[in-house]
């Protein structure tokens, strides 16, 4: 079998995803498996027989799973971040939100708690990309921090991370410059309207809130965040894009200033900014 003939094979049988999406897939599946770049593929398969681990992950491809949980990592701002099934696969989207963070905090020593961090990709970028920050990261999800700590010491930053309920809990963190989280936000009833790599296999606990109750999140982080932040201190949400109107009136009416949607390079209104002053 040549490099191409099985591509293509793999391509029509990967057909839960169009097929540009599919042959990115199977070529990152083989570039992890290999070790080789796409150039050099052509001339293994002249010579050697696929690893039997291959053909494994291909089957979990196949049955839908995100490509990050079966290579055990995903990227994140430039770098790999280990990913389980206890954490959300980090987004396009979060990066931009970090990217703002970033351009709009240039100045030196800032502290900065992250709520809901996951795989503590937040926290850990901010940390290696500003200068001298003092960075937090919380969950309630214990496996999910042991995930954050893992990826930390891996990529040598310094973040402090807790196990804290932020619905009953209030973390003794005070005086931040910036306060950011991107909560569970999907209300249950969109779940027949998500892709079902995410709904079959990203933790629900970090997806979806109670239809009768939506923007608990935001409601609570907002409250919380007005003794969690010094005065003029930052907050920085990712929101669902269908409830970008109010979550900003949900901030003004809490007493915050510069209240901002802003938008992500799709278009969509994927995040807000406020100042607690
Ligand atoms: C949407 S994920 C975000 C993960 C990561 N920050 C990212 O952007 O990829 C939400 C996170 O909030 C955590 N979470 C859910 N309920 C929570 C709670 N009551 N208190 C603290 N964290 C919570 C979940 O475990 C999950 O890691």
């Not at 040549?2 to 083989?30: F, G, H, K, M, R």
């Not at 990529?155 to 910036?178: K, Y």
């Not at 790599?197 to 609570?220: K, S, T």
Request: charged fraction near 25%.
């Amino acid at each position: 079998m040549t490099y191409s003939d099985l591509v293509n094979a793999w391509i029509q049988e990967l057909n839960i995803y169009p097929s540009s999406e599919a042959e990115t897939l199977v070529n990152w599946l083989l570039e992890h498996h290999l070790g080789l770049r796409r150039v050099d593929m052509v001339r293994f398969f002249e010579k050697d027989t696929l690893p039997s681990g291959l053909i494994h992950d291909f089957e979990r491809l196949k049955l839908g799973e995100p490509i990050q949980y079966i290579l055990g990592h995903g990227p994140f701002y430039g770098r790999e971040f280990e990913v389980t099934q206890e954490t959300l696969i980090p987004r396009n989207e979060t990066e931009e939100l970090v990217h703002l963070i970033i351009k709009e905090n240039p100045g030196i020593g800032n502290k900065i708690l992250d709520i809901g961090t996951g795989t503590g990709c937040i926290p850990i970028t901010l940390f290696l990309e500003m200068k001298e920050a003092k960075v937090y990261g919380l969950d309630v999800s214990e496996r999910a921090l042991e995930v954050a700590r893992r990826n930390a010491k891996k990529l040598h930053a310094v973040v402090n991370f807790l196990n804290c309920d932020i619905l009953s809990d209030h973390p003794a963190i005070s005086e931040l410059d910036v306060l950011v989280s991107n909560p569970p936000y999907v209300p249950q009833k969109d779940q027949s309207e998500m892709h079902r790599n995410v709904v079959d296999f990203e933790p629900h606990l970090a997806l979806f809130v109670p239809d009768e109750d939506p923007l608990i999140f935001y409601r609570v982080i907002g409250e919380k965040g007005k003794s969690l932040l010094k005065k003029g201190g930052r907050l920085y949400f990712e929101i669902y894009e269908k409830a970008a109107k109010e979550i900003k009136e949900l901030l003004e009416k809490q007493g915050y200033d510069r209240v901002t949607v802003h938008s992500d390079l799709n278009g969509k209104e994927r995040m807000i900014t406020a100042t607690w002053n």
